[in-house]
């Protein structure tokens, strides 16, 4: 009996053995084919796939970090915030972004429109001049401006020491210290996005449609209005959503003019150690951030303008006539408040500087350290990019896409959010690189890795496929072909890409002062803390350096646009 009993069980066991391996491959074969469905019938290699993935984790964990902190602050803490600082702070930011992003476009569309399409003196020069204040960082700039026009500024000296001034308009009338003075200050240094991307577009602006306006009847005003303003909106909007993204992330020229928006309000309750209320504050500026590109993508998809025609001739270029004079009195006005007055402080107080022994070796101590971070971010970048852009373009799905996005997601956020994420990370689970300066070039990976992958893209895009097809036929891995043969082929704009990471990271202030070790100050640091003491002597030499450096990436806009 026990025996049968066995006989039936071994008999059942082997049947569902026989059910199990007939139904596995057939379940293999599903999520096979699911796998090629994805990849359209090519995936890449697990380690490509991986290094991918990885990336895209590292770029999205700190800013994730901060969001699941600060939804368990506490509601204490929330409606202290709500009731108290928020509301003012948003009215602060609010107002100051747009203020900024709509007189930076009426400079920008203006100054594009008079040296591209007009007889103004000197056009060819103008393009590459007024371009010139993206290389100034906007807290540079407010440094110079405070020197010109501060409280014990040259301006107030001259105004004090000429009576009938004194006497006709009473105390000296400007403040710098206001949110008047933080708009002049970002205006004139964000303005150049507009100029630069409506130059473009203005160039490549079919001449036809402006003669069928014209045959009609419409003056040269109705026909800019009608005719040019339209296919002019995609550059507008493309300038507005980058000044606007900076104004928010701004924190250097905020803070040093004394006005407080949510990024100076980030960067000094963490500098008092509150940081849930930081995490709190995070979270609103990353929602306002994602409002912002949210209506500037419904904004671009319901206006599209497109120029159908098939003859394509170049603009004409317009007499100013009576206007002449007046035209280049406006852009010498914006060049020497926007170039010659910065420059020229920066220049006068190095000299001082100089003279006094600022280049010491505690300046190039300053030096060499923004070299090492900034470099050292650079070169993480140029890494990190490939796997990412060479699976976008050569294997397109949902996942690649996701990773790409992830990837930019630093890039949309100031940075004391970023240097907020770090800290919340490496202080509770990676302790071990903790106060290193490993921590800020990781930082800049995140809030610089797009600059890199866009250099990347546009060289890749030049490649043709065959050339992977080539090498994945003699037996190379993805991940190999991508090191081994498309690598050495991209290799000017992965380089490119890495110039402007590093010259961004330089520049880069709020995840410095947040994140750097005791004792490691960068360039953009000491032009800081010296600018904040009024000891000028110091910071220009710093500032002017920075500048210089700068000048790098500005070369390849001007190539790009």
Request: hydrophobic share 55%; proline share 6%; net charge positive.
């Amino acid at each position: 009996m026990d025996n049968n009993r066995e006989q039936d069980k071994q008999l059942n066991n082997d049947s569902s053995a026989k059910v199990g391996a007939k139904y596995t491959p057939t379940l293999l074969r599903f999520f096979r084919k699911i796998w090629f469905n994805i990849w359209q019938g090519n995936p890449p290699g697990p380690i490509l796939l991986l290094f991918g993935l990885v990336v895209a984790l590292i770029m999205s964990v700190p800013i994730i970090y901060v969001i699941w902190r600060s939804l368990f602050a506490g509601v204490d803490r929330w409606m202290r915030l709500l009731d108290g600082r928020i509301p003012q702070l948003l009215w602060n930011t609010f107002s100051l972004t747009a203020a900024v992003t709509v007189c930076a476009i009426a400079i920008g569309v203006s100054l594009a429109w008079i040296v591209i399409r007009t007889d103004l003196p000197g056009r060819k020069m103008w393009q590459w001049v007024l371009a010139l204040p993206l290389v100034i960082p906007p807290y540079v700039g407010a440094v110079t401006y405070i020197i010109v026009f501060g409280p014990s500024g040259w301006a107030r000296n001259i105004w004090r020491d000429t009576p009938w001034l004194v006497n006709t308009f009473g105390d000296y009338p400007l403040n710098i210290y206001s949110f008047w003075g933080v708009f002049f200050v970002l205006t004139m240094f964000t303005y150049p996005y507009v100029f630069l991307i409506a130059s473009a577009s203005l160039r490549k602006m079919n001449r036809n449609f402006e003669e069928v306006a014209r045959s009609q009847g419409m003056s040269t005003a109705r026909i800019f209005w009608k005719v040019n303003l339209p296919f002019l909106r995609p550059a507008i909007g493309a300038g507005a959503i980058l000044i606007s993204l900076y104004v928010l992330s701004d924190f250097g020229a905020i803070a040093m003019l004394r006005y407080v928006t949510f990024t100076a309000a980030i960067y000094f309750q963490r500098a008092s150690f509150d940081t849930a209320s930081a995490s709190v504050l995070s979270l609103v500026l990353i929602l306002l951030t994602v409002v912002i590109l949210w209506i500037e993508a419904r904004t671009r998809k319901k206006n599209k303008y497109y120029q159908t025609t098939n003859t394509y001739r170049e603009p004409d270029i317009l007499s100013l006539g009576k206007w002449k004079s007046l035209a280049v009195f406006y852009v010498g006005v914006v060049f020497v408040l926007s170039i010659v007055l910065p420059v020229a402080v920066l220049v006068y107080w190095s000299m001082i500087g100089i003279g006094m022994g600022a280049l010491d070796e505690r300046f190039f101590g300053f030096a060499w350290n923004s070299i090492k971070v900034s470099g050292f971010a650079a070169i993480l970048c140029m890494l990190l990019a490939m796997p990412i852009i060479y699976l976008k373009s050569r294997y397109p799905s949902f996942i690649s896409s996701g990773i790409d996005k992830l990837s930019y997601a630093g890039y949309a956020l100031p940075g004391v959010i970023v240097g907020l994420g770090m800290i919340f990370i490496f202080n509770n689970h990676i302790p071990a690189l903790y106060n290193t300066f490993y921590m800020i070039a990781l930082a800049f990976v995140v809030r610089f890795l797009p600059q890199a992958m866009q250099a990347g893209e546009a060289s890749l895009s030049l490649v043709s496929p065959r050339i992977d097809e080539a090498a994945r036929s003699l037996g190379y891995p993805p991940w190999k072909v991508m090191f081994k043969v498309i690598l050495p082929s991209i290799m000017p704009g992965v380089l490119a890409g890495g110039a402007l990471v590093f010259v961004s990271s330089i520049k880069e202030l709020p995840a410095t002062l947040m994140l750097r070790p005791p004792g490691f100050d960068t360039l953009a640091v000491r032009v800081y803390f010296e600018a904040t003491e009024a000891i000028y002597h110091l910071a220009a030499p710093a500032a002017l350096l920075i500048i210089l450096v700068s000048i790098l990436p500005l070369r390849y806009l001007l190539k790009k646009y």
